[in-house]
Each structure stands twice: as C-alpha cells, then as structure tokens.
C-alpha cells in the first residue's frame, strides 16, 4: 500500500515526484514514458531559468532531477483504470494492480489523428506525429504539415533546417499560433501556407508519396516525402471513467488539483488547466503532490 502513485512522467509527473520525495512519501510512479511532450517539443525559449533550450533537452533535465532520489518507477506501463473503493484507491495496468492512499493524474495528452484513408497504412511509414522526433529522417524532402497552431509551427520551424519544402496545410482561414512564430514562417521562404485546406487522403506505395487535399475549390495531389500531423492533442484519461471531465474528455481540478473523488488529484495536461504549457504543468504538479500530502496528513 503506498501512501501516492503518480501516473505520467512529463513535467507535471516529474515535478510531482520531487515534491514526494522531498516530503518523504512512500510513492510509485508509473508511465508508458519518461519526458512527455516536452520531449517532442523543439527550441523553448519561455522556460523560466533557461534563455534557449531545446525540448529533448529539457526533458533529459527534468529526469535527471526525477532521478536523482532514487524512485520507484514502473516504466513502460500503460494505466487501463483507476477507481477508488473505500479508502483506497486501486490502479490497474496492462501488466498489473496497484493500491494507494492517493494518487495523482497527471498523464498528459496525445496526438489527435486525421482520421482519413491512408493514415493508419502510413504511420510512421513518412507519416508521423512528432517532427522532433523523426525530422531529421526527411533531410533534402518536400513534406506536408498539418496544422495552424504553435505544434504546427513549432515543427514547420525544425523542419526549416532540414526539409527542401513545406506545405503547411491549415484547415480553417488563419493561422492561430504565435504572431513571432508565423512571421518566421513567412520569411523562411521554403513554406507554402494553405489556409482553409482540407485532407482528403494519404497516399503511396510502400512509404508516402503525397497528400490529397481540396484547396481553393478543387481537388489537388502535393508530391511529398513525409507528412507531420498537428492538429491537437487529445487527454490521456480514458482509464478514468470515475473522473468528472469536460468535453473536450479533460480531467476537472481546483485550484487546489483536487478532482470530484477525495484522494486522487491531477495535474498538467490531462486536466481542464488554461493554457498547455511546460511550465505550467511543472507548476500544477508541485500543487497536486502537496495538496496530496495534506490530504494524508489530515486523514491521519
């Protein structure tokens, strides 16, 4: 029985954990990753400490932190539910179950799919989710980026150093990141901006070729390399079907990272937080773990 588990390792996780661990708790973190999206992130220059730094970086940073006290940790885990039953709080993964006192949500969000013919027969056969990741894999390509806000930019500005051209394919009429990251878009002159495009189909061979979109009212086929979907991300809270959430499915928290169910808090991405940031997220999860102790210290 431990009196917290923490599931998820991106920022808010991490910052969780080195509140724990400086409050002595007997705590388990589990997560199907180290890092989170700070890892896929590319150059940060709002993290407060750090002029310019890079995602991965970053994310190397944080879990070494992480690290450094000497954690419980169940890498590679997936959570598959989360309930509370009397006083305990009972977590199951796809490879075990675990009991706590407490627990803190803090599992982030995920890529949102196309959803249109091609994109499962090409993943990551040039068509990918992270340009942090894979960009490197598309040196000298033409390649295609789906998306208007910040991720979307933030990967058509990796890909600036790298790619021969992008098409940046935006499915409403402007894009909505910031104004200094699309007025480095522009001066690049290798990006293409299609505004109010839409895609109908990825297509290929054995690796993608091009992408169908319907652009200025007619159907049009863009010869490209590789494709870098962008266009949101998703709360990774299915497991927890006992939490209040909103409609976008996102973990609902006070201030005090607090859910509807006493003794499982959340914190970071997953919840209905403004504002997706790093920094934010680090910050939420330092609440939840102290909100957490508080709890235990109350009920004992």
């Known amino acids: 029985m431990y009196d917290l588990i923490i599931i998820g390792a991106g920022p808010a996780g991490i910052t969780a954990t080195v509140y724990a661990a400086r409050k002595k708790m007997n705590f388990l973190v589990i997560s199907g990753d180290i890092g989170g999206q700070a890892g896929w992130s590319g150059d940060i220059e709002n993290y407060t400490g750090y002029q310019f730094i890079t995602g991965p970086e970053l994310a190397s940073k944080f879990e070494e932190h992480m690290r450094k006290y000497g954690i419980a940790m169940k890498e590679g885990e997936l959570v598959t539910d989360l309930k509370r039953v009397d006083d305990r709080v009972i977590i199951k993964t796809d490879k075990a179950q675990y009991e706590s006192k407490t627990a803190i949500v803090a599992s982030g969000k ?3 799919e196309l959803s249109v013919p091609g994109e499962k027969e090409f993943k990551n056969k040039g068509l990918t989710y992270c340009a942090t ?7 000298g390509k033409d390649v295609a980026v789906i998306g208007g806000g910040n ?3 933030d990967a ?14 935006n499915m409403v009429s402007h894009l909505t990141g910031d104004p200094v990251m699309i007025e480095k878009v522009h001066e690049s ?6 505004n109010n495009a839409k895609v109908l189909e990825i297509t290929g061979d054995q690796m993608v070729s091009g992408i169908k979109v319907r652009f200025d009212g007619e159907d049009k086929v863009l010869s490209v390399g590789g494709i870098f979907v962008e266009i949101g991300l998703m709360p990774n809270s299915y497991f927890a079907a006992t939490l209040d959430k909103n409609a976008l499915g996102e973990i609902k928290v006070d ?11 959340a914190a970071g991405d997953v919840t209905n937080v ?3 940031q790093i920094i934010i997220a ?3 999860g330092s609440k939840a773990s102290l909100s957490a102790f508080k709890y235990l210290n109350q009920r004992r």
């Open 156 to 169: 058509v500005l990796q890909l600036i150093k790298i790619a021969h051209r992008i098409y940046l394919i």
């Open 255 to 265: 201030c005090h990272n607090r859910t509807n169910i006493p003794g499982i808090f």
């Open 133 to 139: 990741c894979d960009g490197p894999l598309f040196a």
């Open 189 to 194: 002159g290798i990006v293409t901006v299609m």
């Open 274 to 276: 403004p504002e997706k």
């Open 282 to 284: 680090a910050g939420e």
């Open 151 to 153: 991720s979307a930019l």
């Open 110 to 112: 995920r890529s949102r």
